[in-house]
């Protein structure tokens, strides 16, 4: 592999953002993957109000014929053990009456709505395009929070993973819309405990406009603004940046989380996270860094990138020089702190120019911060 030497002829850098997975403008959900955790469901209590949340339970999604007093009595336990004495259930199979303003009154109310789990394909069936979705995105819009389990938290992405009413396989189904709450996201779930760790490498492969992810039992994530934190267990991630080029993907864990806009992962503290340890390395040609050489125009910025031989690295900080690392041939890493450079093409092939992600904090080491987009200027 060559030496790639970039160099920044300026440090005032335009806050420009390449964006691809986008959550709500306001409000926040939380995203269970199953299983009987109950930190998720309590985080959601939280964010909803506490004890004085008004929450709204949709249980659509287990196909019971009798969500009577039983039924909500269990359901309903966990949020009464919080001190939330407002829940009310709403359920309906029927698309007329979830698009009337009479089934919907609860939720203009709601500071919160849980979806539970069951098959995601019935919520699809009862709910999308209704005046109850509509309804769900305005208590978003005032700042409410929507979370869910299982088939609760698949429906709130934009491609419904397992949504073939024939059953869990194929994981491509005869149903592929869901709210899409979290926009250009494939949600899925049980993840490890059911062997489905490599089921959205596939969607990914049809669809790779959309990041997947993938929660086990008991993992969980927490959207807000442009970011998720995981708020328990192992989330898998599955960026078409790796899923296209090696069929990679990787894991955060609690704590860590994830930039959705330049799909980028972090550390709790909001570092990029050190992703080459993990994910296997390119190999590249000369003629491979050759075409990555030249110009580029960030706004009032010049930034100069040349191919110089031995190893791949880049001048950002005053007097330091930092390593770069291929994992695929437009996918970059700092070999030290992952900051992710991410190259972009005209529709020929041609290198155009770059979203280079920095971090929150790199401007605490003299570093340039943020997030980058670059356009080619001029040829090598």
Known sequence: MRRTWIAIATLVWPALVFAQTSAPASGTLVIQGGGASTIPRDEFIRLAGGARANIVVIPTAAGLDDYGEDFQKDEFRGFREQGVTSISLLHTTSRQVADSAEFIAPLEKATGVWFIGGRQWRLADAYLGTKTEAALRRLLERGGVIGGTSAGATILGSYLVRGDTRGALPPIGDHQRGFGFLKNSAIDQHLLVR??????????????????????????????????????????????????????????????RFRLSTRTPMNAGGTPRFLPQILPHATLTAAEDEELAGTYRAGESLIRIAVTGGKVGAAICPGEQRELIAVTRDLWFDKYDGWKLVVHRAPGGAVSGFTWDLGRDAGSKRCLSGTVEAVRSNAP
Do not use: C, M, S
């Open 195 to 256: 062997n489905r760790q490599f089921d959205l490498l596939p969607i990914i492969h049809a669809h790779p406009e959309l990041l997947g992810i993938g929660l086990d039992e008991k993992a969980a994530i927490v959207v807000h603004g442009d970011e998720f934190t995981v708020l328990d267990g192992y989330v898998a991630i599955y960026d078409p940046a790796i899923v296209l080029a090696n069929d990679e993907f990787y894991f955060l864990r609690k704590g860590e």
